[in-house]
């Protein structure tokens, strides 16, 4: 199972940015697939999660400005992100759990990060 991000890149604060995340391999279902963000010389935080069913669980500095979906017919999750502030600027991560054999447990898995810049 590969995870491939995209999308990041270099904007001025207040701008938008959209990522991509498309799994790829062969499996039964994702079950859950998240966005964590990681800061220089900072741990690694959740930004959002969503299940398959549209379940969604973001954290608190979201604050209603990132939307996060999913395309489950093409193993894609996406994050919007508005009104970006400089405190945004990370390498964002995608996350998936996958279950690889139907009633199996699920495994994880994580992509390569693309990298966020807000400048002001």
């Known amino acids: 199972v590969q995870l491939v991000e995209s999308g990041g890149g270099s904007v001025q604060a207040g701008e938008s940015l959209t990522l991509s995340c498309a799994a790829s391999?062969?499996?039964?279902?994702?079950?859950?697939m998240a966005w964590y963000r990681q800061a220089p010389g900072k741990q690694r935080e959740l930004v959002s999660v969503m299940t398959s069913g549209g379940g969604n669980r973001d954290a608190d500095f979201v604050k209603g400005r990132f939307h996060t979906f999913r395309d489950n017919a093409k193993n894609a999750v996406f994050l919007e992100m508005n009104h970006l502030a400089p405190a945004d600027t990370s390498v964002y991560y995608c996350?998936?759990?996958?279950?690889?054999?139907?009633?199996?447990?699920?495994?994880?898995?994580w992509g390569q990060g693309t990298h966020v810049t807000v400048s002001l």
């Open positions: 391999g062969r499996f039964a279902s994702i079950p859950t």
């Open positions: 996350h998936a759990d996958v279950t690889i054999l139907s009633g199996r447990p699920s495994s994880s898995f």
